[in-house]
């Protein structure tokens, strides 16, 4: 049935809205769509031609970087191609929170732009500035991209969210303005997950069935502990389409997902210091890659590396307020060459494996993506609903497992083997019953923590 709310929405309300409020993202859309429709050649020209303008910008006009590539030797006319960007030093959070105001560029005056604070998941958070023109760019991807999941602007949502700085503030004035807004442009309902339980998920629930959004956004753990608490009460509900993003998704999780609500669930990668940075195609086999905002570099050895794993470093084509050039933004990732079947040529970020901090490393300088380790085990050891692996020396680990129906002294066997085969040695285990993994204070969940001093930056994905 035509949703004559959405409708009108697209049609008016929103186009009204932004004309009020001078926002330019319907404009952007349409640009980025047409990026994101070029041949593969023409969007690389187009990326390294912005790519090269960002980096002279910053060298001219940004304090930090005029000194940072002076100090290192190294002007802009020394990067010859994107292959050349790893000449130049990377910028980490801890550079952001030292040197904030260095990274505005001159002229910029502060109370114009746009702050996006990260959500500080491990260290202190850091404050990003943003034009307004880049914010309006950071909407303008958002919509572009949640089209190609199906979720189209003015569609009733609900948020399944964890980051408590996400909710709007409904307080006095502010909460009419905001009930207004966002009953005329985003409808969106906000279902925080920061804690769950029976009697929660029942109200929930029943929300979907008054509520009846289209689209259901989440955190996939929270949403994987909605479905399965929807599969054991035998209910059901079928939205036109799901995404998820900010934790990596388990395969366990998305085909849990997929079965309860009968619909097909897109993966995208975002952070607040970079915006919507790639998203799932309909194909659902990697991530494409928002191009037209960002270029980004996988770091192994020193060395640009595909299809194998590594440190993801990302510059900001965009924000010319404050450039952010080869942020490591700490997220272990792969990115390849292939083009995808899908029609798009965006390059492809085959998967985040999870932020840095949340990868194991072996004895022999090698490492273990906490995510591919915890995916394969659970596939594999029948009787683990939950586990969180935390890594405390080389070859001594403590895990946390909430125990399913089908647990046996054959599910620690099977599990320890499974560890000796990944890490190649004998390892040490000491096993913690639980009967939950505690999220942590931003709502995500963590499955892997390795506790042996690696300098990773945070990730905060939406
Ligand atoms: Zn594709």
């Not at 004559?4 to 929103?14: D, G, K, M, Q, T």
């Not at 006009?61 to 990067?79: E, F, T």
């Not at 069935?209 to 399965?228: C, D, H, M, N, R």
């Not at 799932?280 to 640009?304: D, M, P, T, W, Y």
Request: charged share 25%; aromatic share 10%.
């Amino acid at each position: 049935m035509t949703d004559i709310h959405a409708l009108l929405n697209r049609s008016v309300f929103i186009p009204l809205y932004d004309l009020k409020e001078r926002n330019h993202r319907l404009r952007h859309v349409r640009d980025i769509e047409m990026f994101n429709a070029l041949s593969r050649d023409t969007l690389e020209t187009e990326q390294w031609r912005n790519l090269k303008n960002m980096l002279e910008h910053a060298y001219e006009n940004v304090p930090y970087y005029r000194r940072a590539y002076r100090q290192a030797g190294i002007s802009p006319d020394d990067i010859h191609a994107p292959m050349d960007m790893v000449k130049l030093p990377t910028l980490t959070r801890q550079d952001i929170r030292v040197h904030g105001g260095e990274l505005l560029a001159d002229g910029v005056v502060q109370n114009t732009l746009v702050e996006s604070g990260t959500g500080g998941t491990i260290s202190s958070p850091i404050t990003i500035y943003l034009s307004p023109e880049c914010m309006d760019l950071r909407l303008a991807a958002t919509i572009a991209f949640n089209k190609w999941f199906g979720y189209e602007l003015g569609d009733k949502a609900v948020l399944f969210w964890g980051a408590a700085q996400d909710f709007p503030k409904l307080d006095g004035i502010h909460a009419v303005k905001s009930k207004v807004r966002n009953f005329l442009t985003s409808r969106i309902r906000w279902m925080p997950t920061s804690y769950l339980d029976d009697p929660i998920m029942a109200e929930y629930y029943e929300q979907l069935q008054t509520y009846k959004p289209a689209v259901i956004q989440a955190y996939p753990t929270p949403l994987y502990l909605f479905a399965k608490f929807m599969a054991e009460h035998n209910l059901s509900y079928r939205p036109k389409t799901i995404t998820v993003a900010a934790e990596p998704m388990y395969d366990y999780q998305r085909e849990m997902i997929e079965s309860v609500f009968q619909c097909k669930v897109f993966d995208w990668y975002g952070s607040r210091e970079l915006g919507h940075m790639a998203s799932e195609c309909r194909l659902h086999n990697g991530l494409h890659i928002n191009a037209h905002h960002l270029f980004v570099e996988v770091i192994s050895g020193g060395k640009q590396v595909y299809d194998s794993e590594g440190t993801l470093v990302v510059t900001d084509l965009r924000n010319e307020a404050m450039p952010l050039i080869r942020y490591e933004i700490g997220d272990v990732g792969v990115i390849s060459k292939r083009l995808c079947s899908c029609g798009s040529a965006l390059p492809i970020l085959e998967h985040v494996s999870g932020r840095l901090v949340d990868t194991f490393l072996t004895r022999s300088g090698g490492c273990v993506p906490g995510v591919a380790l915890t995916n394969r085990i659970i596939k594999d050891c029948r009787g683990i609903e939950q586990m969180q692996i935390v890594q405390r020396d080389f070859e001594l680990f403590t895990i946390r497992i909430v125990k399913g129906k089908a647990f046996s002294e054959n599910t620690l066997t099977t599990l320890n083997a499974a560890l000796r085969a990944y890490f190649k040695t004998d390892v040490n285990v000491e096993h913690e019953f639980v009967s939950s993994i505690p999220l942590e204070k931003s709502g995500k969940s963590r499955f892997c923590i390795c506790e042996m001093g690696q300098t990773a930056g945070s990730i905060s994905p939406h």
